[in-house]
């Protein structure tokens, strides 16, 4: 939350991300996540024992009798700075949320759960919640299970693994509708399971990324982020300068002439308006890391470079690929099910007959 992107006065967006790893089981996909994000688990893990060490003391410290509090150092409720979430529920989210205004991470090695509750549709469903976070609008909650709690700026990211057959059920024309799926970013490479090699890196490699890693997250934390008076996030804006204007102008016009045009299918049409979300979202990221970690771009965090918003088209591209593939894989699938269900009394030539009637 402490760097945002204007793309023209009133259309801001946030750096909020939900990416999935797609893969069969064995592939690698969760010890492939674990070594990207393993500096920040570190972190996160200290800051959790922190918080379990400083609440000791508090809870001695308010034991005490009034004469003894005079005769001790006063200690003050600690407050969580855990800021990734395993498996956790939306009212302990958005608690830990209100103690971490800059943002919390949801890390699961398998998205299979949070997939399947989102298909849990109804008013004031999980559903709902996710949604609205993804667009950055200020979050409510109200149950009778937990206190109030109030998020103003939500900035939560999701991270994790799925396998395609879990994917497979989730693509139905309820989904489509709510825009949820369109929100996901997918990565499917094509992997066949490894035998074993002997290729490893090398531990100054390692530990140069964990450190670097740390860094950029501790700049942010302790330079960057900026707070209001009432303790919430004050984001800093950054802008598309002219020359970096005409390269967004160009793919945003792009992908509308697509949304525009016949040959297109309705499937994938339906991802586009939220990869014109993505794609600054990207520019903002990729600008932030260039002029954190590359000297040679001398890239200004806050003027959004020409580079940045050309990798942010690539990456862009890339996951519209992997939502084609993944999309055409599982409509066809489903409509295969359901054809052979409606005609299971059927021949199977007359079977065939109707599959192909229904998509040559």
């Known amino acids: 939350n402490s760097i945002q992107i204007e793309v023209k006065k009133g259309w801001t967006e946030t750096a909020t991300i939900w990416l999935a790893v797609v ?9 492939s996540i674990h070594n990207i994000i393993k500096p920040l688990l570190s972190a996160n893990n200290r800051e959790i024992k922190n918080y379990i060490k400083q609440s000791e ?12 509090k005079k005769e001790h150092e006063e200690i003050h409720k600690p407050t969580k700075t855990q800021f990734i979430a395993n498996d956790i529920t939306i009212e302990a989210l958005v608690e830990l949320h209100q103690e971490n205004k800059n943002s919390v991470g949801v890390f699961k090695d398998e998205l299979a759960g949070w997939f ?59 989904n489509k509708d709510n825009g949820f799926i369109d929100r996901m970013l997918l990565s499917y490479p094509d992997l066949d399971i490894e035998k074993w090699n002997d290729k490893e890196m ?17 700049t942010i934390k302790h330079k960057v982020v900026q707070y209001d008076d009432d303790g919430d996030v004050n984001p800093k804006i950054a802008i598309i300068p002219s ?16 949304q525009n ?24 990221l990729i600008n932030t890391l260039n002029s954190f970690f590359d000297d040679t771009y001398k890239t200004n965090a806050l003027e959004i470079s020409k580079e940045s918003i050309l990798s942010a088209e690539k990456l862009s591209k890339y996951f519209i690929a992997m939502a084609k593939k993944i999309k055409v894989n599982s409509i066809e699938t489903n409509e295969i099910k359901s054809t052979i269900s409606a005609n299971k009394n059927k021949s199977t030539k007359e079977q065939f007959y109707e599959l192909y009637k229904k998509n040559p």
């Open 261 to 284: 045009s016949d040959e297109e299918n309705e499937y994938m049409k339906s991802m586009l308006p939220k990869q014109k979300s993505y794609l600054p979202r990207f520019a903002l």
């Open 243 to 258: 020359d970096s204007k005409k390269e967004w102008v160009r793919v945003f016009n792009e992908y509308t002439d697509i």
């Open 23 to 31: 893969g069969k089981a064995g592939l690698g996909k969760t010890p």
């Open 116 to 174: 399947k509750d989102m298909n849990k549709y109804r008013e004031g469903s999980d559903l709902e919640f996710w949604l609205s976070t993804w667009s950055g609008k200020a979050i409510s909650l109200n149950r009778k299970t937990s206190r109030s709690s109030f998020v103003d700026k939500p900035l939560v990211s999701v991270l994790g693994g799925i396998q395609p057959s879990i994917l497979n059920s989730f693509y139905t024309d309820d």
């Open 57 to 68: 003391k508090f809870e001695y410290y308010e034991k005490l009798s009034a004469k003894e």
């Open 202 to 218: 090398n531990y100054d490699t390692i530990q140069w990324y964990n450190d670097t890693i740390i860094a950029f997250y501790e």
